[in-house]
């Protein structure tokens, strides 16, 4: 089953210096349940394609289809994760979590209910009512992630989230990651510039390689398993 397909797609930036072309000729199709990485060096584009398919920034050519249907802004069908801490840091973390959830008449005691189904689902039950500011990194992240899935998105979108953790944090945070990932119906699309955290993570990795002033390419490697 298809959830994400990518056609053509491409982005041009224009500055007043002139036109930057970010991304040119993407094609690419994630499936359920997949886990999609895509790596490259800077500047080649990774965090333009992840902000367009989350409705961030418009696209300038192709097409980019969730579920068949076109993206032409931010939808409750996608969850995001970025690499600075987004949390409100004057909201606990329940509260947090229950910011993401739009419920149809739901009361603030159902929605308390769910948040805290999805903070157990990441190990933080016990923290629902601390604040972002007693939590460490990887926990934050965790958070972040418990709103990201609670309007149980089709896809995860996630932009180097753990970048800014340390080495120790950051292989924790891997393997809690692919934990919860086993456990939720959920596509993930996880950007990073690193190749060993791709290969320990995707089931498949994309590689998007910068070309200055030609035509680009996105190219499939097989995952090295020991
Ligand atoms: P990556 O995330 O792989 O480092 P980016 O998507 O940030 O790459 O950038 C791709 C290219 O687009 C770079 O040449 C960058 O300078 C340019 N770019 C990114 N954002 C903007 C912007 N808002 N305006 C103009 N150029 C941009
Ligand atoms: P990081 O990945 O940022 O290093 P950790 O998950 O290792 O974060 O947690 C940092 C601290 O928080 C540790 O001392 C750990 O004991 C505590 N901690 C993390 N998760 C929990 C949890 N679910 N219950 C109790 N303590 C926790």
Same mark, same amino acid.
């Given at each position: ?40 060096? &800077?500047?080649?584009? +990774? ?44 909201? &606990?973390?329940? +509260? ?10 739901? &009361?603030?005691?159902?929605?308390? +209910? ?87 993570? =995707? ?6 390689? =910068? ?16």
């Amino acid at each position: 089953e298809v959830i994400l397909e990518v056609k053509q797609l491409g982005k041009v930036y224009k500055t007043a210096k002139g036109e930057v072309t970010a991304l040119k000729n993407i094609n690419f199709k994630t499936h359920r349940r997949e886990f999609v990485c895509v790596i490259g060096p &800077s500047g080649c584009g +990774k965090s333009t394609l992840i902000r367009i398919l989350a409705g961030l920034e418009p696209h300038t050519s192709g097409d980019v289809l969730l579920d068949g249907k076109p993206v032409t802004g931010p939808g409750r069908d996608r969850g995001m994760v970025f690499q600075g801490y987004t949390l409100f840091p004057w909201l &606990s973390v329940r +509260k947090n979590v229950m910011f993401g959830l739009e419920m149809n008449n739901a &009361s603030a005691d159902e929605a308390g +209910k769910e948040a805290d189904m999805w903070l157990e689902l990441v190990g933080l039950e016990k923290f629902a009512n601390a604040y972002p500011h007693e939590l460490s990194g990887g926990m934050k992240q965790r958070v972040a992630i418990a709103r990201a899935l609670v309007n149980q998105p089709r896809i995860l979108l996630m932009d180097e989230p753990f970048g800014a953790l340390d080495a120790q944090s950051r292989a924790k945070m891997q393997t809690h990651l692919l934990e919860i990932w086993r456990n939720v119906d959920v596509t993930i699309l996880f950007i990073t510039h690193d190749l060993d955290e791709a290969i320990f993570l =995707a089931d498949r990795i994309l590689v998007l390689k =910068a070309h200055p002033g030609e035509v680009q390419e996105l190219i499939e490697v097989p995952v090295p398993r020991p």
